[in-house]
């Protein structure tokens, strides 16, 4: 909001809140035009209304004068919206409007549909809202209520988003009153889980209050909390940006003025921290039961807002614990530069009792790594170097209390998925600086992936020094990958589980280099971690495959659901459809079409969105073309019988001259919006210039009529030797080949390449 706005909102409000309450409305709409103006004096005017008081029962009238009639119609159940939304029933009313359960006729489920009053129907409103739905259904995540769209019908102005069963934040907390820690806890995680999602995806809320948060009951486990109401929000802006619309920039700094940050209250640029600020409120409102600002008109609230801390809530609530007051207190600081840097980081401040504790335990922890009568030598080694300035950058922390999610990342990898393990890995930092070994582990990432001078770069920045003998043996072996030693690599990290024995996590380690490198010792390291180790995911993924290959399909299916099931169960749903996409690329392989087809089908995530969920399959091993050589999964009969005199290459084969590449990769049975190829390759002769190769998609034999989609491999980068080249195909070639194969029980995709270029791996990525 302008300061002149906001300076007219101040007086009108001085004016009409001298009046009695069944006056200041009237005054309201004779001395003011502006209708921004008009809509922020009436509620300010509203919030002053105490419960049980005389205001209450004017709140009718009240309402009836800031709404046109339009606005004042309640939309009855079974009337049918814009031909699809079918209402089922009024489940409450909002600051935008009122909100109704409805049914979507066109995919068979519920839906919210919220009506918008009169004040955000107007055009300029609602080409706002159009592109603030846009903003927010980027933000997915389950602890973000999901919105569909704006729709502008005859009869009425809607959003549709995803509907809750269950009660809002403030309802719990009217009827149960503050929360113990050990239960608000649980509910702050969540929130603060969606905060950060949709801070990633530059989208500020502006308007969180425990009436925007849903509170879901899940039978047997924490109940879903789910923060709606993103219609206010807008994407965030660096600061120091003016706004773009002073229309705009009025209506987003709409909200609820006890929740609000002090900058939003005064109209300035807001980003992140304003939820944070917000973050801080309710969370001193879960455990106190009180606001920090409480008993004060708006303006006056605003006031203190600015100029004053907020009392510590340990005086309301005297079992608090301190780093929890600490933590409110700072969240709630008037200067957004000296809140937390995220509410990721105000949540670590709830869950531990403080950074000097937590380093204090991990010390101890580190410290037991070494022989008993050298402990107190080596700390107090640390100690000094810390004093001197030396050990800092060398430290082995990292992500204060995120290694579970970090174990997480670390399993994706180790599963064969690095791209997916870098996007857990950024999220899971959020920009906080990482421990050593959590850089040797990203430098692996982007090793894997096939980045290597970005795993130079990350290994660089690695001081493994100061590190206890196991963690340095660890880094010195990723070095030795990433330089071009695998028996090296593979040597320390052999030696350093043969040193604890009985730690899964070193074993671990050991198996996944060895996959990285073709081992035939891999499996039998995978088994030794399933012994240590019996719900390590990977570890049963990577044996299953090894029985699949094998031929043992039924113990293979079981190790596959029992990976799946643990990935799962850790919250790990990208690596959970991985292994489906897998387990069912191997029966395919070994010819159980009907088993192959439930469980492709079964690697689809629910979801109403199309063209937003993803899964993905593979074929050959991202093994930096090593011996030996990888089999192709599956050809399709569609493919001609090749000539007696060609021959038919498989992955990593270092001569591929006048051979052939066929492969087929089977289609979920899903509409398909696009897919993305990834091919790892490399060229079997220097001069890139005189080769033509190319790379065909589409459906064998590849005839005019289904027009076939024809890449180029080298010709656009004739002075490479090796690349990992990406080509996205659309959904008019899919659709192709799922025609084409109408009459058969799978559809796919035929993939046909030949002549001089050797092929690591063939990736792809169907978004649906």
Request: glycine fraction near 8%.
């Amino acid at each position: 909001m302008t300061p002149a706005k906001w300076n007219r909102v101040k007086e009108l409000f001085d004016r009409a809140v001298a009046l009695p309450p069944d006056e200041r409305l009237g005054l309201v709409y004779a001395a003011e035009s502006d209708p921004v103006v008009i809509e922020e004096t009436a509620r300010l005017l509203a919030l002053e209304a105490k419960p049980d008081s005389p205001i209450d029962r004017l709140a009718a009238p009240m309402q009836q004068m800031a709404q046109s009639a339009a606005d004042q119609r309640m939309l009855r159940a079974g009337q049918l919206l814009a031909g699809r939304y079918r209402i089922v029933r009024m489940v409450g009313t909002g600051g935008m409007g009122e909100v109704y359960e409805a049914e979507d006729i066109e995919e068979g489920e519920q839906v919210a549909v919220k009506t918008l009053r009169a004040l955000y129907a107007t055009a300029s409103h609602a080409a706002w809202l159009r592109r603030e739905v846009e903003a927010a259904r980027r933000v997915k995540h389950p602890n973000v209520c999901r919105v569909y769209g704006f729709i502008q019908s005859d009869e009425v102005s809607f959003l549709t988003m995803e509907f809750l069963a269950g009660e809002t934040l403030a309802a719990l907390l009217e009827r149960e009153g503050p929360f113990p820690e050990r239960r608000a806890l649980p509910l702050l995680r969540q929130i603060a889980a969606g905060l950060e999602a949709a801070h990633q995806a530059g989208v500020v809320h502006r308007d969180l209050k425990p009436g925007n948060v849903m509170i879901v009951p899940r039978a047997g486990g924490t109940p879903r909390v789910v923060i709606t109401d993103f219609g206010l929000a807008r994407q965030a802006r660096a600061e120091g940006r003016n706004t773009a619309s002073a229309a705009l920039s009025t209506v987003a700094s709409f909200g609820t003025p006890a929740y609000m940050a002090p900058e939003q209250i005064a109209g300035q640029t807001v980003n992140a921290r304003a939820d944070q600020y917000a973050f801080g409120v309710l969370a001193h409102e879960m455990l106190t039961g009180e606001l920090p600002f409480a008993d004060e008109s708006a303006l006056a609230m605003a006031v203190r807002k600015t100029n004053q801390q907020a009392a510590c809530p340990e005086s309301l609530a005297p079992g608090m614990r301190k780093n929890w007051s600490r933590t409110i207190l700072r969240c709630l600081d008037p200067n957004p530069k000296s809140r937390f840097a995220s509410v990721g980081q105000a949540l670590q401040g709830l869950e531990t009792r403080g950074e000097f504790e937590f380093r204090w335990k991990r010390l101890q922890r580190w410290l037991s790594q070494y022989p008993r009568g050298w402990r107190w030598a080596v700390a107090a080694s640390v100690l000094a170097m810390a004093l001197l300035g030396a050990g800092v950058r060398a430290w082995p922390g990292g992500l204060l209390g995120k290694q579970a999610p970090w174990e997480q990342a670390i399993y994706t990898l180790q599963s064969g998925e690095p791209t997916a393990a870098l996007r857990l890995m950024e999220d899971i930092a959020g920009g906080q600086p990482l421990g050593q070994v959590e850089k040797a582990q990203r430098a692996m990432a982007w090793w894997t992936a096939g980045f290597r001078a970005q795993a130079r770069e990350e290994l660089g920045e690695v001081n493994s020094w100061l590190l206890p003998p196991g963690d340095r043996l660890f880094v010195h072996a990723v070095d030795a990958q990433v330089q071009g030693d695998p028996a090296a690599a593979l040597a320390l990290l052999r030696r350093r589980a043969d040193e604890a024995p009985e730690d899964a996590a070193r074993w671990a380690d050991l198996a996944w280099f060895g996959n990285l490198q073709n081992s035939g010792e891999a499996a039998a390291w995978w088994t030794l971690v399933n012994t240590r180790k019996p719900d390590h995911p990977v570890a049963l993924l990577r044996l299953a495959e090894a029985a699949a290959s094998e031929g043992r399909m039924e113990e293979s299916r079981d190790g596959f659901h029992a990976a799946q099931t643990y990935f799962r169960a850790r919250g790990n749903n990208e690596m959970s459809r991985a292994v489906g996409a897998r387990r069912g690329m191997q029966l395919l392989a070994a010819g159980d079409w009907q088993r192959a087809q439930e469980d492709l089908a079964g690697t689809i995530s629910p979801g109403r969105d199309r063209c937003s969920s993803t899964v993905t399959l593979m074929a050959g091993t991202n093994d930096q073309f090593a011996a030996p050589m990888d089999p192709i999964p599956f050809v399709s009969s569609a493919f001609p019988k090749p000539a007696s005199s060609t021959r038919l290459i498989l992955f990593d084969d270092a001569d591929p001259a006048e051979g052939e590449l066929r492969l087929s990769f089977p289609l979920p049975p899903v509409r398909l919006c696009s897919a993305v190829v990834q091919v790892r390759i490399r060229a079997k002769d220097a001069d890139m210039g005189r080769m033509n190769d190319v790379i065909t998609f589409g459906v064998a034999p590849f005839l005019p009529s289904t027009a076939p989609d024809r890449r180029a491999l080298w010709s656009d980068r004739p002075g490479l030797r090796e690349r990992t080249v990406s080509y996205e195909l659309g959904p008019a070639l899919l659709a192709e080949c799922f025609r084409s194969y109408a009459k058969e029980d799978v559809a796919y995709l035929d993939i046909h390449a030949s002549d001089d270029t050797v092929f690591d791996f063939v990736r792809l990525t169907l978004i649906y």
